[in-house]
C-alpha cells in the first residue's frame, strides 16, 4: 500500500473498538488487515500498533467516513493516498489505514482500479477473529501469511507471521524463518 503510518502514531486496543463502534452504529461491516487483523486471528493483542488497517466496502465508505469525522477523525493527506487507500488520524493519536474495496462477479474485494488487478481473493475475507470479546470479521490467517510474504518483512511482520503459522499450523515462508 501506499499510504505509511505517521511517526509516533499510537492505535489502542480501545480506539479499535470505538472505530468497530462507530461502524456498526453505520451498519459498515469492516475487515481488519495488518498488525490487528493478526491479532484478532491470535484473540488478543500482542503487541503495540501505530495504525488499524480496515477493508471497507466502497458503497458503505461515504457513511463511514461521515461517523469517524464526527468522531474527530480528520484525512492526514498523506503522499501516495488515493481514493482507495489513505490515512485518517484521530487529534489523540489513532490512524485508520482506509483499504476501499468493491467486489468483482467471482466475490473478490477489489482495491483500486480493477485494471490494477490488487485485490483481497473472495477467501481471504472469511477470516473471524476475537479482541477482548468481540468477534471481528478480518483477513484470513494463510491469506494474511500470503500478504505478509508479498514483501521484505520488519522484526514486527517476522513476528506476526510465525505467530500465525504456529496457531495455525502453517509453513513459515522461507524469508520468516
Same mark, same amino acid.
Given at each position: 500500500?501506499?499510504?505509511?503510518?505517521?511517526?509516533?502514531?499510537?492505535?489502542?486496543?480501545?480506539?479499535?473498538?470505538?472505530?468497530?463502534? @462507530?461502524? $456498526?452504529?453505520?451498519?459498515? =461491516?469492516?475487515?481488519? *488487515? %495488518?498488525?490487528?487483523?493478526?491479532?484478532? !486471528? #491470535?484473540?488478543?493483542?500482542?503487541?503495540?500498533?501505530?495504525?488499524?488497517?480496515?477493508?471497507?466496502?466502497?458503497?458503505?465508505?461515504?457513511?463511514?467516513?461521515?461517523? @469517524?469525522? $464526527?468522531?474527530?477523525?480528520? =484525512?492526514?493527506?498523506? *503522499? %501516495?493516498?488515493?481514493?482507495?487507500?489513505? !490515512? #485518517?488520524?484521530?487529534?489523540?493519536?489513532?490512524?485508520?489505514?482506509?483499504?476501499?474495496?468493491?467486489?468483482?462477479?467471482?466475490?473478490?474485494?477489489?482495491?483500486?482500479?480493477?485494471?490494477?488487478?490488487?485485490?483481497?481473493?473472495?477467501?481471504?475475507?472469511?477470516?473471524?477473529?476475537?479482541?477482548?470479546?468481540?468477534?471481528?470479521?478480518?483477513?484470513?490467517?494463510?491469506?494474511?501469511?500470503?500478504?505478509?510474504?508479498?514483501?521484505?518483512?520488519?522484526?514486527?511482520?517476522?513476528?506476526?507471521?510465525?505467530?500465525?503459522?504456529?496457531?495455525?499450523?502453517?509453513?513459515?515462508?522461507?524469508?520468516?524463518?
Amino acid at each position: 500500500m501506499a499510504t505509511s503510518t505517521p511517526p509516533g502514531a499510537c492505535t489502542t486496543l480501545a480506539d479499535v473498538i470505538d472505530v468497530l463502534d @462507530l461502524a $456498526d452504529t453505520v451498519g459498515t =461491516r469492516l475487515w481488519l *488487515d %495488518g498488525g490487528w487483523g493478526v491479532d484478532a !486471528l #491470535l484473540g488478543g493483542q500482542s503487541r503495540e500498533h501505530g495504525d488499524l488497517d480496515v477493508a471497507v466496502e466502497a458503497k458503505n465508505i461515504g457513511a463511514f467516513l461521515d461517523v @469517524l469525522m $464526527d468522531g474527530g477523525f480528520a =484525512r492526514v493527506g498523506e *503522499d %501516495g493516498a488515493t481514493a482507495w487507500n489513505f !490515512l #485518517l488520524a484521530h487529534p489523540q493519536g489513532a490512524v485508520v489505514d482506509v483499504h476501499v474495496i468493491m467486489f468483482d462477479s467471482e466475490g473478490n474485494g477489489v482495491l483500486g482500479p480493477s485494471e490494477a488487478g490488487i485485490a483481497y481473493p473472495a477467501a481471504s475475507l472469511t477470516g473471524r477473529g476475537k479482541l477482548v470479546e468481540r468477534s471481528v470479521d478480518c483477513i484470513a490467517a494463510e491469506w494474511m501469511v500470503q500478504f505478509h510474504d508479498a514483501y521484505a518483512g520488519d522484526v514486527k511482520d517476522r513476528a506476526d507471521v510465525r505467530a500465525l503459522c504456529e496457531r495455525f499450523g502453517l509453513e513459515i515462508p522461507e524469508q520468516y524463518r
